[in-house]
């Protein structure tokens, strides 16, 4: 056959061939763009039913009350300001800083008399013959909610069906209603964490010179160091128009700390929330195995429920003793039983908020654990992780080590009214029920906190956490 029949022959031929394989490739097209309809599909109908698995349990976005916009002025300079401290060397934010997270990154913290001041996190060093915080510092995201009806680790306040309880009792004012406004009137209370000591009356301290149980005197002493700067005068008639100034008392400066904590640390859009919203693709694939296993196989729902993700309850967990502890004779923490006397409310804290708590480590009620993996694995095994705790390998604190009670009849004490869970979980189940619990923290998280810092304060000690 002559050449040039032959290429024409074989161009007819691939002519010829060029329909069945265009219809061939858009068979293969319109196959791809089934199996990925088909996945989105899949994948809308999965999240979906997450989605609703979580709000069965009545878990929505969380809320951010709207506030005064001059109360959350006055009380961001108030939160940075040590001079609500007795002696000056420690504010709202020593323990809540910015730059920790609104914790002290500290298994438990150090109070008033430390010789580094304006110092923050690892950098705060422990004054000489001071105790450390007998608790950990929780952090402050989301306590404005509508959702909060207690506050503390042993819920000592509590707002509980239109109740209010505090450790004040009747000296407590009537007007305050919300539960962040009666706890902001108790830390400078305490001796240890700001009021400063006996022998700090000796140094200047007049606040420390009030006796314990005079709330009412403390909180006049506190507020009349602060009302005595005329730039704080002008700022707190401002905020309070209608309050003549001699009506003025520590109490607004207790609101007005609440609505700086509200609105700042109110954040409502980590990829949970905007998934709750309807963004189906807010959260990771192993995040949302996580949050299958957290609100189902794993039981976490069981006590961190709700939009907060606590049930505000009390729970013995076994976590092991350390520290000062709350009582002075024993050096142990009691938890709940502190405020109710109720031996059966032994060793139970409260179950804590979750939001950022990936950012907000150690944990536990004393800072025990130093790793989300250490606090899933002693929820899962309390017995063995009680026993076998290694102060080395999960608390950073070295000079909390000597403190860790291992004591074998208290810790037989403490599990025999532990509560337990038989749930198991491999070591997949527990890296994605970790990628849930980061999936609760907001974005751009540490430059919104720094953000926060005021560039000064009306007395002059402002923390910013910078060092002096």
Same mark, same amino acid.
């Given at each position: 056959?002559?050449?040039?029949?032959?290429?024409?022959?074989?161009?007819?031929?691939?002519?010829?061939?060029?329909?069945?394989?265009?219809?061939?490739?858009? /068979?293969?097209?319109?196959?791809?763009?089934?199996?990925?309809?088909?996945?989105?599909? @899949?994948?809308? *109908?999965?999240? $979906?039913?997450?989605?609703?698995?979580?709000?069965?349990?009545?878990?929505?976005?969380?809320?951010?009350?709207?506030?005064?916009?001059?109360?959350?002025?006055?009380?961001?300079?108030?939160?940075?300001?040590?001079?609500?401290?007795?002696?000056?060397?420690?504010?709202?934010?020593?323990?809540?800083?910015?730059?920790?997270?609104?914790?002290?990154?500290? &298994?438990?913290?150090?109070?008033?008399?430390?010789?580094?001041?304006?110092?923050?996190?690892?950098?705060?060093?422990?004054?000489?013959?001071?105790?450390?915080?007998?608790?950990?510092?929780?952090?402050?995201?989301?306590?404005?909610?509508?959702?909060?009806?207690?506050?503390?680790?042993?819920?000592?306040?509590?707002?509980?069906?239109?109740?209010?309880?505090?450790?004040?009792?009747?000296?407590?004012?009537?007007?305050?209603?919300?539960?962040?406004?009666?706890?902001?009137?108790?830390?400078?209370?305490?001796?240890?964490? +700001?009021?400063?000591?006996? $022998?700090?009356?000796?140094?200047?301290?007049?606040?420390? &010179?009030?006796?314990?149980?005079?709330?009412?005197?403390?909180?006049?002493?506190?507020?009349? %160091?602060?009302?005595?700067?005329?730039?704080?005068?002008?700022?707190?008639?401002?905020?309070?128009?209608?309050?003549?100034?001699?009506?003025?008392?520590?109490?607004?400066?207790?609101?007005?700390?609440?609505?700086?904590?509200?609105?700042?640390?109110?954040?409502?859009?980590?990829?949970?929330?905007?998934?709750? @919203?309807?963004?189906?693709?807010?959260?990771?694939?192993?995040?949302?195995?996580?949050?299958?296993?957290?609100?189902?196989?794993?039981?976490?729902?069981?006590?961190? /429920?709700?939009?907060?993700?606590?049930?505000?309850?009390?729970?013995?967990?076994?976590?092991?003793?350390?520290?000062?502890?709350?009582?002075?004779?024993?050096?142990?923490?009691?938890? %709940?039983?502190?405020?109710?006397?109720?031996?059966?409310?032994?060793?139970?804290? @409260?179950?804590?908020?979750?939001?950022?708590?990936?950012?907000?480590?150690?944990? +536990?009620?004393?800072?025990?654990?130093?790793?989300?993996?250490?606090?899933?694995?002693?929820?899962?095994?309390?017995?063995?992780?009680?026993?076998?705790?290694?102060?080395?390998?999960?608390?950073?604190?070295?000079?909390?080590?000597?403190?860790?009670?291992?004591?074998?009849?208290?810790?037989?004490?403490?599990?025999?009214?532990?509560?337990?869970?038989?749930?198991?979980?491999? @070591?997949?189940?527990?890296?994605?029920?970790?990628?849930?619990?980061?999936?609760?923290?907001?974005?751009?998280?540490?430059?919104?906190? *720094?953000?926060?810092?005021?560039?000064?304060?009306?007395?002059?000690?402002?923390?910013?956490?910078?060092? *002096?």
């Amino acid at each position: 056959m002559p050449f040039i029949l032959k290429v024409r022959l074989r161009a007819l031929i691939l002519f010829a061939l060029i329909p069945s394989v265009l219809i061939a490739s858009d /068979s293969d097209d319109d196959d791809r763009k089934s199996r990925r309809s088909s996945k989105s599909f @899949r994948s809308s *109908q999965s999240s $979906e039913s997450l989605r609703s698995l979580i709000q069965s349990h009545d878990v929505d976005a969380v809320d951010t009350p709207e506030q005064n916009p001059k109360h959350v002025a006055l009380g961001r300079l108030l939160f940075f300001d040590r001079i609500i401290c007795g002696n000056q060397d420690t504010a709202c934010a020593t323990c809540h800083h910015p730059l920790t997270n609104t914790t002290d990154s500290l &298994a438990l913290g150090v109070g008033t008399g430390s010789p580094s001041v304006n110092e923050v996190g690892i950098f705060r060093v422990r004054g000489e013959e001071r105790e450390f915080i007998p608790r950990n510092a929780p952090d402050l995201f989301n306590r404005g909610s509508v959702h909060w009806t207690s506050m503390f680790w042993d819920s000592r306040v509590s707002t509980e069906s239109g109740a209010v309880v505090s450790p004040a009792g009747d000296a407590l004012p009537g007007e305050l209603q919300l539960p962040l406004q009666i706890q902001a009137m108790f830390p400078p209370t305490s001796r240890d964490e +700001m009021r400063g000591s006996h $022998e700090d009356v000796f140094t200047g301290n007049e606040i420390a &010179a009030v006796a314990d149980d005079n709330f009412k005197g403390i909180w006049e002493a506190i507020f009349n %160091r602060i009302i005595a700067i005329e730039e704080d005068q002008v700022l707190f008639l401002d905020a309070f128009p209608d309050v003549d100034v001699y009506v003025l008392d520590f109490q607004h400066d207790a609101i007005a700390l609440a609505a700086f904590e509200t609105e700042a640390f109110g954040m409502n859009d980590s990829p949970f929330d905007q998934f709750l @919203r309807g963004d189906n693709q807010a959260m990771s694939p192993a995040a949302k195995r996580g949050a299958r296993l957290f609100f189902g196989k794993a039981s976490c729902v069981d006590c961190h /429920s709700g939009t907060l993700l606590t049930d505000q309850l009390h729970h013995n967990l076994a976590v092991p003793q350390l520290g000062p502890g709350k009582n002075p004779l024993t050096g142990l923490d009691v938890g %709940r039983a502190v405020v109710t006397g109720d031996p059966a409310d032994e060793f139970a804290f @409260r179950t804590p908020a979750l939001r950022n708590v990936a950012a907000t480590g150690p944990w +536990m009620h004393n800072g025990a654990c130093s790793s989300l993996e250490d606090v899933i694995l002693h929820h899962l095994e309390p017995d063995d992780m009680l026993e076998d705790y290694s102060p080395r390998q999960q608390l950073l604190q070295v000079d909390l080590h000597s403190t860790v009670v291992t004591d074998e009849d208290l810790q037989e004490v403490i599990l025999d009214g532990s509560e337990q869970v038989d749930v198991d979980l491999d @070591r997949r189940e527990i890296r994605d029920l970790i990628e849930f619990l980061h999936s609760l923290t907001a974005p751009d998280l540490s430059a919104r906190l *720094q953000a926060l810092i005021p560039d000064s304060v009306p007395s002059g000690n402002l923390e910013d956490g910078l060092g *002096q």
